[in-house]
């Protein structure tokens, strides 16, 4: 199945279609991040352990988040990819809504493997249509922008979330949150045009013979030694990133026994704002310093990761709550300062007709290793802590630093990622009159003038 021909798009619909794409992603992560300010009401009213609480926000979803990306990736790269993010986000605003009816761990593991089955085609079309709205040299700014919707989409989960679990109870919460994200359904299918793919990048996929195999697609991706280092380098600062995102609203109830209402509060604010700080920073950052040296688009990052270790543990081991929670802002930036950077030179090394597949590979490795094992061994940790030493209140103060371990890991990939790129992605000129221009390189095609 194939679109029609999709018609020329002007760069002001580019910016109005990227809007679309962010509110669409808000709802991703806002379904996604909801169920982590809820754990102290489901610990109590499920009678669920911190080992299940940790599957429910990592493992569990991971699995079938990556299970399910990578055939969704292969069906975006071939069919107009809005109607991919129409059925992605039906599915997953209803089981999200279908949450508010379980009775236990298994039935709500069960909805979220729905969610997850839902969100698994969100990132991968969303990622392939922003690269052909946008000219290889604005993608890592309009990835930042879209990015945002996590860190924004977190806030809102922080704070939606807390504010009506605390008023209404998380079975309402669940529904409300749920029905409310089917409303951006209209405005998707009616408002997002398809662009024509590689329409900056001189390629026409639609007609250029066979197309390749999945298994040619993996070789290519494996052979692009900066692909290879960033993908694990990214997934192990997820691995921290979800680690704290999952398990710092009961850190700090249990810890510092703050109130759900204040606590909702500190962390929207910390989880939002830090995070859209980090996520656009990067993106702009990056993309600014890369005009000179392709390299420190994966410099910033490293150097990103590097920071988050030493304020993390400070954040973990201070004993004033108000002083971890001015500590914990920089962790909120630092961690989320790979993203758009990460996704621009990922969609930029490769062909348009596989870069949803690129991005689903993406997914699958940083998934698993980051929001699956992440909140998964935190969890673990805890309650090997609390039942084999007594630390039934403190057992997250121990096992929440072990964060750091992947970040410090991440930040020497994002390095050695850094040192083959001007191999393998050609450095980026900009002609006064706005095109991409950039040398020849056998595996990055050339990009076409910004029309």
């Known amino acids: 199945m ?43 009213d499920l009678g669920l352990t911190d080992t299940q609480l940790g599957t429910l926000t990592g493992l569990s979803f991971a699995i079938f988040y990556t299970t399910l990306a990578l055939p969704i990736a292969r069906v975006a790269d071939r069919v107009a990819r809005k109607y991919v993010l129409a059925g992605a986000l039906t599915v997953w605003t209803l089981m999200t809504a279908a949450s508010s009816l379980a009775g236990g761990y298994l039935s709500l593991l069960a909805c979220r493997i729905g969610v997850a089955a839902g969100e698994a085609g969100c990132v991968p ?77 001189g390629e026409t996929p639609d007609t250029a013979g066979p197309r390749r195999s999945a298994a040619a697609s993996l070789r290519l991706l494996w052979n692009l030694r900066s692909y290879r280092y960033l993908v694990i380098g990214e997934a192990l600062q997820a691995w921290a990133q979800n680690g704290m995102m999952s398990w710092n609203a009961p850190f700090y109830s249990r810890v510092h026994h703050m109130p759900l209402a204040e606590l909702a509060t500190w962390l929207a604010l910390i989880t939002g704002l830090g995070g859209a700080a980090g996520t656009f920073l990067g993106g702009a950052l990056a993309e600014r310093m890369a005009k000179r040296d392709v390299r420190w688009y994966m410099r910033v990052p490293a150097i990103a990761a590097f920071l988050t270790v030493p304020f993390a543990l400070g954040q973990y081991f201070v004993g004033d709550v108000y002083l971890s929670l001015a500590l914990a802002v920089i962790p909120a930036i630092m961690v989320n300062v790979y993203m758009a950077p990460g996704n ?21 490795v940083v998934s698993v290793g ?82």
């Not at 990835?143 to 996590?150: D, K, R, T, Y």
């Not at 621009?344 to 699958?364: I, K």
């Not at 393998?424 to 095609?445: F, I, K, N, Q, S």
């Open 344 to 364: 621009a030179v990922s969609q930029s090394l490769v062909p348009a007709d596989m870069r949803a597949f690129t991005s689903a590979v993406f997914v699958l």
């Open 125 to 201: 079309a969303t990622h392939s249509l922003i690269s052909d709205y946008f000219p290889r040299h604005r993608r890592a700014t309009a990835m930042a922008i879209w990015g945002l919707a996590l860190p924004l989409g977190g806030m809102l989960g922080f704070a939606v979330g807390g504010q009506l679990t605390a008023a209404v109870g998380w079975r309402r919460a669940f529904l409300l949150v749920g029905l409310g994200g089917l409303l951006i359904l209209p405005v998707l299918l009616i408002f997002l045009r398809e662009p024509k793919r590689g329409r900056f990048d």
């Open 2 to 44: 194939r679109s029609s021909e999709p018609r020329e798009l002007s760069m002001r619909y580019s910016w109005f279609a990227l809007a679309i794409l962010f509110v669409l992603a808000l709802s991703n992560y806002l379904d996604r991040t909801i169920l982590s300010i809820m754990q102290v009401a489901l610990k109590k």
């Open 370 to 451: 980051g929001l699956g094992l992440g909140p998964t061994v935190v969890g673990a940790l805890s309650d090997l802590l609390a039942d084999r030493f007594g630390m039934v209140e403190t057992s997250l103060r121990y096992a929440l630093p072990t964060v750091v371990l992947p970040a410090a890991a991440a930040a020497a990939l994002f390095w050695r990622s850094s040192m083959h790129l001007r191999d393998e992605m050609a450095p980026l000129h900009e002609t006064p009159g706005g095109a991409d221009v950039a040398p020849a390189d056998p595996a990055l095609p050339a990009a076409a003038p910004l029309r």
